[in-house]
C-alpha cells in the first residue's frame, strides 16, 4: 500500500425497516459478507459471515442483528475491518436477505426498508431499496483491493429473485454493470 492512497479502513454496514403490521408474520432481514480469495475473485466465498456468526480472524461481524425490525434506528448492523483482512483476500461482497419465513417475501412487503454505508462519519452510501422490490435478496456493496492494496468501494444495490441459500452460494458472480 503506498502512502498517499490508504483506502477504506474500517466500514459499518446498516439496516433499517420498520416492523411489521399487527398480526402479521414478522419481518427479517439479514446482512450477509463474504470474502474472496485473488486465485477465485468471483467463484466461492471462502467463508460467509451472517447471523450467529463471524469471520474466523474477526475482521468482519455482526454486531447487531434484528429478527423483526422492532429497534430504534438501524436494527441490523455489521463491522469489516478490510484493513485487517489477510492479503490473499481481493473482493468482499456483501447482501441482504429478506428471510422467508411463513410466507414468500420480497422487498415490495418490507416496511420502509434502508441501509447506510459509512466509514467514520462519512456515509459512501444509502438506498431504500425501491429499485429491486421484486427481489428476495440484494447485493448492497462490493470493496475490491486494488493493486497497491488499498480497498475501493463500489456501491450499487442489484437484486436477486430466488432461494436466500442460493443467493449465498452465487453473490460473488460476475456483477452486471
Known amino acids: 500500500?503506498?502512502?498517499?492512497?490508504?483506502?477504506?479502513?474500517?466500514?459499518?454496514?446498516?439496516?433499517?425497516?420498520?416492523?411489521?403490521?399487527?398480526?402479521?408474520?414478522?419481518?427479517?432481514l439479514d446482512?450477509?459478507?463474504?470474502?474472496?480469495?485473488?486465485?477465485d475473485p468471483?467463484?466461492?466465498?471462502?467463508?460467509?459471515?451472517?447471523?450467529?456468526?463471524?469471520?474466523?480472524?474477526?475482521?468482519i461481524t455482526l454486531n447487531r442483528d434484528s429478527k423483526d425490525g422492532k429497534g430504534f434506528g438501524?436494527?441490523?448492523v455489521m463491522t469489516l475491518e478490510l484493513n485487517r483482512l489477510d492479503a490473499r483476500y481481493t473482493r468482499v461482497v456483501v447482501g441482504v436477505v429478506v428471510q422467508q419465513h411463513q410466507e414468500p417475501r420480497t422487498f415490495a412487503g418490507v416496511g420502509h426498508p434502508g441501509l447506510r454505508i459509512r466509514e467514520g462519519y462519512t456515509v459512501l452510501a444509502e438506498d431504500d431499496?425501491?429499485?429491486?422490490?421484486?427481489?428476495?435478496a440484494a447485493i448492497i456493496a462490493e470493496f475490491t483491493r486494488d493493486g497497491t492494496g488499498a480497498w475501493e468501494?463500489?456501491?450499487?444495490?442489484?437484486?436477486?429473485?430466488g432461494d436466500p441459500s442460493a443467493f449465498t452460494r452465487t453473490m460473488g458472480a460476475v456483477r452486471r454493470p
Do not use: C
Not at 1 to 28: C, F, H, Y
Not at 31 to 39: G, K
Open 74 to 76: 438501524f436494527d441490523e
Open 42 to 59: 468471483h467463484g466461492d466465498p471462502s467463508y460467509v459471515v451472517h447471523f450467529d456468526s463471524r469471520s474466523p480472524d474477526g475482521t
Open 129 to 136: 431499496f425501491g429499485g429491486v422490490l421484486g427481489a428476495t
Open 1 to 28: 500500500m503506498n502512502g498517499v492512497n490508504k483506502g477504506i479502513g474500517k466500514v459499518e454496514i446498516a439496516l433499517r425497516w420498520d416492523p411489521s403490521p399487527a398480526g402479521q408474520p414478522a419481518t427479517d
Open 153 to 161: 468501494f463500489q456501491p450499487g444495490v442489484q437484486g436477486f429473485q
Open 31 to 39: 446482512l450477509v459478507a463474504a470474502p474472496y480469495p485473488a486465485s
